[in-house]
């Protein structure tokens, strides 16, 4: 009876616990998000092994995940595509995967943010390395880890106290990184700026810039403070190691019958002043399409994108995201450079 009335009192306890942290949590303006960890991004992988000739398939680094919105692009063709960029990393590892370990035939889209696709081939360099280390882990996960992922969701979906990330985000909440942002003077200086998570997240990794980024002028500052941080500690990019890579398995991937679509979003302010004189276009992105002659799109050949704004420099919002995908898309049918429609 003892033992029944402990165990009783020790869950009672943790439930009112477990409400406190949740609604102070909630208290302080945090609401439940998913975290775009490697699990859920193997989910969408896993798709591209089934994937048909009509299919999309989606490549790039952040500005992919922000720009494109798969429910304009399905509106506009009847295809949902398969998300599989990834924030702060190479396309070249993800590309790569895809034409050397399925037998995928159909569209495959591939964001060009040039301090990231012209970055490096290195194995180690974080730009690569965190492409890689998601096709790896989804060549090796586990039944025993894809269910405990299953798990998470109700719980990620429901309970702002779990919603943290893989991301080194400030604003997490986990005991580690409350730990890290305890500051005394300025006796740990904190070199890099601090780095808010600024997205919100669906099942399928469509990803929304948050409200707070478009409206508060001084959270979207913090943002671009941190894109300054990284124009300044990055290393110059490798324009040749990274062009031989992607062409030699773009080429592969075209021989079996892939098509392949090159996309450049649109960037403003201080990051695009950086991109002209690190990544100058006619060097880079011209020298790309030249190589290459697959159907290519820069935002700045486009009257409708010219005067886009990124409210952090580097990224739409939900609302010009999905104007930039309702109209990049018709362009691109226009073009004869997507296939044929399911619904037509």
Not at 11 to 28: D, F, H, K, P, T
Not at 306 to 333: G, Y
Request: charged content about 25%.
């Amino acid at each position: 009876m003892q033992l029944k009335q402990s165990l009783l009192m020790a869950i009672a306890l943790s439930v009112i616990s477990l409400g406190a942290w949740e609604l102070y949590w909630r208290s302080q303006g945090k609401t439940p998000n998913l975290d775009d960890n490697k699990d859920l991004w193997a989910v969408q992988r896993a798709k591209g092994n089934k994937a048909t000739a009509d299919d999309v398939i989606l490549t790039g680094s952040s500005r992919v995940l922000f720009d494109i919105q798969l429910n304009e692009w399905e509106k506009e063709t009847g295809i949902r595509p398969i998300q599989l960029a990834t924030a702060g990393a190479s396309p070249l590892p993800i590309f790569s995967d895809i034409v050397n370990n399925t037998n995928f035939k159909g569209t495959v889209l591939v964001g060009v943010t040039p301090p990231l696709f012209f970055s490096t081939t290195y194995p180690l360099a974080d730009p690569w390395y965190r492409a890689q280390n998601r096709t790896d882990y989804f060549q090796k996960r586990t039944y025993a880890q894809r269910f405990n992922h299953l798990l998470s969701i109700p719980l990620q979906k429901n309970l702002a106290l779990i919603s943290t990330s893989e991301e080194k985000w400030n604003d997490n909440f986990d005991l580690k990184t409350l730990i890290n942002n305890i500051r005394i003077g300025e006796r740990i200086p904190q070199e890099m700026p601090p780095f808010y998570r600024f997205d919100n997240i669906d099942l399928d990794r469509n990803v929304e810039m948050t409200p707070r980024t478009v409206n508060d002028t001084a959270f979207a500052n913090t943002h671009k403070k941190v894109w300054g941080f990284f124009g300044k500690v990055s290393p110059p990019p490798d324009k040749k190691s990274t062009m031989d890579f992607f062409v030699n398995d773009a080429k592969k991937f075209m021989e079996r019958g892939g098509k392949i679509i090159l996309l450049r979003c649109p960037s403003t302010g201080g990051f695009r002043m950086g991109e002209k004189m690190v990544t100058p276009r006619a060097e880079f992105w011209d020298k790309l399409v030249d190589t290459l002659a697959v159907p290519s799109y820069h935002f700045e050949d486009y009257e409708p994108f010219k005067n886009l704004d990124c409210p952090e420099w580097s990224h739409l919002s939900a609302k010009d995201a999905r104007f930039f995908t309702t109209e990049l898309v018709k362009i691109l049918k226009a073009d004869g450079a997507l296939t044929k429609s399911k619904t037509n």
